[in-house]
């Protein structure tokens, strides 16, 4: 199947500073990719939407401003948390998909925020 | 409500039983149906798609109930690797998938 990857896979950091996050697809071209939180116990919570070249659309109660995303390519998509706070701490996952294809899911980000 | 419900479980399951657990949904306009399996700190993998008719793969069998907006997951002859949340995925409008918050299965020797 198609492979997602993303970086890092883990990352510690003092609150106030700003997490990025890649997203790649490594063997097809990914018009639209998705970012997802999950919080220990819960489900995946759609953050936003984002189709190369254009604006991401954020789910509603989703701070655009505090999670940037640029998807400059159709084989990249970079999530940043500006100014992370202890409760920014989560898991963070993104997939991407090709047209309606099926989507497929990166191994996933985990930020601790100290 | 949520829009997709599950019954968080954990189901502790024997070797080699066989184990059943359901999801709800509540917009009745949902066109797909999966069965995602996500293993503790990894991402969600699609295990199978539901179709109206049911469906299985091998030892998994999917059923889909319009009618009363749920889906069902049968997994029969479990193995220890089976061991893992089960999540329960809806595609709704806009091709959004909407996740359930899963179904713990623990399958012991």
């Known amino acids: 199947g198609a492979v997602v990857s993303q970086h890092p896979s883990r990352v510690i950091c003092k609150s106030g500073t700003s997490v990025k996050i890649e997203c790649r697809s490594l063997?097809?071209?990914?018009?639209?990719m998705f970012w997802y939180r999950q919080f220990p116990k819960q489900s995946l919570m759609l953050m936003a939407t984002?189709?190369?070249?254009?604006?991401?659309?954020?789910e509603q109660g989703v701070e655009k401003d505090k999670f940037l995303i640029n998807h400059a390519s159709l084989t990249l998509s970079t999530l940043t948390v500006t100014s992370a706070h202890p409760e920014d701490s989560s898991f963070y996952i993104c997939?991407?998909?090709?047209?309606?294809?099926?989507?497929?899911f990166g191994p996933g980000t985990r930020l601790l925020v100290l | 409500r949520k829009e997709v419900e599950q019954d968080p479980g954990p189901f502790n399951v024997p070797e080699g039983a066989t184990v059943a657990f359901n999801c709800t949904y509540s917009?009745?306009?949902?066109?797909?149906f999966f069965w995602y399996r996500q293993d503790c700190r990894k991402e969600p993998k699609l295990l199978m798609s539901?179709?109206?008719s049911g469906n299985e793969d091998g030892r998994f069998t999917a059923q889909l109930n319009r009618a009363s907006q749920y889906i069902s997951l049968l997994i029969r002859d479990s193995k220890l690797s089976d061991s893992a949340t089960y999540l329960c995925?809806?595609?709704?409008?806009?091709?959004?998938?909407?996740f359930g918050a899963g179904t713990q299965v623990v399958v012991t020797p």
């Open positions: 997939s991407a998909r090709y047209g309606q294809e099926t989507q497929y």
């Open positions: 063997d097809f071209q990914a018009t639209t």
């Open positions: 984002s189709n190369e070249g254009s604006k991401a659309t954020y």
């Open positions: 917009n009745s306009a949902s066109q797909s």
């Open positions: 539901v179709y109206s």
């Open positions: 995925v809806v595609k709704g409008s806009w091709g959004k998938l909407q």
